[in-house]
T-cell receptor
Framework: ETGVTQSPTHLIKTRGQQVTLRCSSQSGHNTVSWYQQALGQGPQFIFQ???????GRGNFPPRFSGLQFPNYSSELNVNALELDDSALYLC????????????FGAGTRLSVL | QKEVEQDPGPLSVPEGAIVSLNCTYSNSAFQYFMWYRQYSRKGPELLMYTYSSGNKEDGRFTAQVDKSSKYISLFIRDSQPSDSATYLCAMSANLQGGSEKLVFGKGTKLTVNP
């Protein structure tokens, strides 16, 4: 176990709704990255937070947004859900701004109907 | 062309076989090379990481990097049924401020049959 916890485990939403996913990073880790993993694909980088600031963003639209809190936990928010947003959402924590060695949680499986 | 290419398999081998998993990449700026193992309905688990070209061994696992050919491999010796999982290669790429993101291959699904 990595010590990275995500909630909820599963979520079902309908198109157009909004969703918030949560992540608690491993103790001592101050960097959190979010990834989207579609079925049969590798994880795709969404964005990264370091010391409560967005530190980089992948090719995802603005309706994907996030937050990091002073205790380094993080949220991923997705507005106006689309069917293609159905995926496993993974949170990874790492130490320091470099964040090379990232430890993943078990993910939140989101289904959009 | 995708930045990281990985044959998705599936790959099925008998117990005890030597398994070879491979990825190619196009971005010469990638610095760190990793292999993650992902069991069904779980998050990726870091197996090994390397920085320079050459080999790195950890028990039954050997990671190999050839930066000149932009090619990385993971070898599993004496494969066990418990090795059955999807194996993801990943490479680190710079973000602003000196941070890194990971760029993954699609993953190769491996089944080791008893």
């Amino acid at each position: 176990e990595t010590g990275v916890t995500q909630s909820p485990t599963h979520l079902i939403k309908t198109r157009g709704q909004q969703v918030t996913l949560r992540c608690s990073s491993q103790s001592g880790h101050n960097t959190v990255s979010w990834y989207q993993q579609a079925l049969g694909q590798g994880p795709q980088f969404i964005f990264q937070y370091y010391r409560e600031e967005e530190n980089g963003r992948g090719n995802f639209p603005p309706r994907f947004s996030g937050l990091q809190f002073p205790n380094y936990s993080s949220e991923l928010n997705v507005n106006a859900l689309e069917l293609d947003d159905s995926a496993l959402y993974l949170c990874a924590s790492s130490l320091g701004g470099a964040g090379i060695i990232q430890y993943f949680g078990a993910g939140t499986r989101l289904s959009v109907l | 062309q995708k930045e990281v290419e990985q044959d998705p398999g599936p790959l099925s081998v008998p117990e005890g076989a030597i398994v070879s998993l491979n990825c190619t990449y196009s971005n010469s700026a990638f610095q760190y090379f990793m292999w993650y193992r992902q069991y069904s309905r779980k998050g990726p688990e870091l197996l090994m990481y390397t920085y320079s070209s050459g080999n790195k061994e950890d028990g039954r696992f050997t990671a190999q990097v050839d930066k000149s050919s932009k090619y990385i491999s993971l070898f599993i010796r004496d494969s066990q049924p418990s090795d059955s999982a999807t194996y993801l290669c990943a490479m680190s790429a710079n973000l602003q401020g000196g941070s890194e993101k990971l760029v993954f291959g699609k993953g190769t699904k491996l089944t080791v049959n008893p």
